[in-house]
């Protein structure tokens, strides 16, 4: 299916169910296909991203995945309050991406375009580029320092995994490209080597603690992250904000997406996912289905242990290895933000 008709599927549930509420100020596209032309082929594993704006301040829990005319759609509210500031916007990193092209699909008040336009606009700025490549940093660094070591394992995992790999996020932004979640170690790999920075590649990979992984150690554990992914999908029955990522529909995403990724050569770039997802398997069954979580731990376990990782102090250690990271990282994202300012 061509980008162009998922974006006409999305548009027309947007105007057909969320457009007359009496909150609905308005709609845009995020996520992978922006900028992306209408005649591309969505991948297999890739999703419409919808933002809807809502008036109220505290927006609803986002929709998330679901099928709507044979197109994987993903829908997430937001307050109008969270984006009625172009500067803010500006500074925010998963924000601004969005707002970069027109990528608006309904605006009934026309305030949605004022801040669209006003960031595209800036956002190649130097001053705004440097505020999100340090957003990007204060999250990690906020994040790696306030791991819960006393909640459950996959908690742990799962807080550890994703700010670890933030550290690509601060690299797509210095280099004006979308921060990208599932995809994120493919995406910054293409920039380093578009760059000439790959040198901190595997630096980056070694962090993850899949470096030296094979192609055949990341089938292995995704086969088993299959097995578990069925089984949470089948118990689910408590809502968690990732929930609509672990559901039969979804599933093309998080297994066969990770399984095309390791056809095509990119076996240690499908391992964040593999991780992310295993562990919030985990969670959901804790809840929904703790005896089979007990059943289905030590997949899980073995996984974490080929990351390196065998309890909550190397856990400890491996967050502030990525810390100590931190000032190398910088250089390169310094680096590419140099190179992006001559260009622009």
């Keep these: 299916m061509k980008i ?15 457009s007359q509420e009496a909150w609905f100020m308005g709609a845009y596209f995020s996520g992978s296909t922006v900028g992306q032309p209408d005649d591309v082929m969505m991948s297999v594993g890739s999703d419409i991203d919808v933002v809807v704006v809502t008036s109220e301040a505290k927006p609803p829990l986002k929709l998330g995945k679901f099928i709507y005319r044979d197109v994987l759609i993903e829908i997430t509210f937001l307050s109008w309050n969270q984006i009625a500031s172009a500067e803010e916007v500006l500074t925010s990193y998963h924000l601004a991406g969005s707002f970069r092209v027109d990528t608006i699909i309904v605006d009934p008040t026309g305030q949605l375009r004022g801040v669209q336009q006003k960031v595209s606009r800036h956002f190649a700025e130097r001053e705004w580029v440097r505020h999100r490549c340090e957003n990007v940093r204060q999250k ?123 056809r095509d050569g990119y076996h240690r770039e499908a391992v964040f996912w593999i991780g992310a997802t295993f562990a919030r398997c985990h969670k959901m069954l804790s809840t929904d289905a703790p005896k089979l979580q007990v059943e289905l731990a030590p997949a899980f376990e073995e996984f974490v242990i080929d990351l390196g990782i065998t309890s909550s102090d190397t856990l400890a250690r491996r967050a502030e290895d990525v810390l100590q990271f931190l000032p190398r990282l910088w250089d390169e994202v310094e680096s590419i933000m140099l190179a992006n300012w001559e260009i622009f």
């Design 4 to 18: 162009g008709t998922a974006r006409a599927a999305a548009t027309e549930w947007v105007m057909q169910c969320t």
């Design 140 to 262: 990690i660094e906020h994040g790696l320092r306030n791991i819960d070591l006393t909640a459950p394992w996959h908690d742990q995992i799962m807080s550890w995994l994703f700010m670890t790999g933030v550290t690509t996020h601060v690299l797509l932004v210095a280099a004006l490209r979308n921060p990208t979640v599932r995809l994120r170690y493919l995406a910054v790999y293409n920039v380093l080597q578009e760059f000439g920075r790959t040198e901190i590649y595997p630096e980056l990979l070694g962090l993850l603690g899949c470096e030296h992984w094979t192609p055949q150690r990341t089938s292995h554990h995704l086969s088993a992250l299959a097995r578990t992914f069925d089984v949470a999908a089948a118990h689910a029955k408590t809502q968690f904000f990732f929930s609509s990522d672990i559901t039969a529909a979804s599933r093309p995403i998080a297994i066969d997406g990770s399984r095309n990724l390791i």
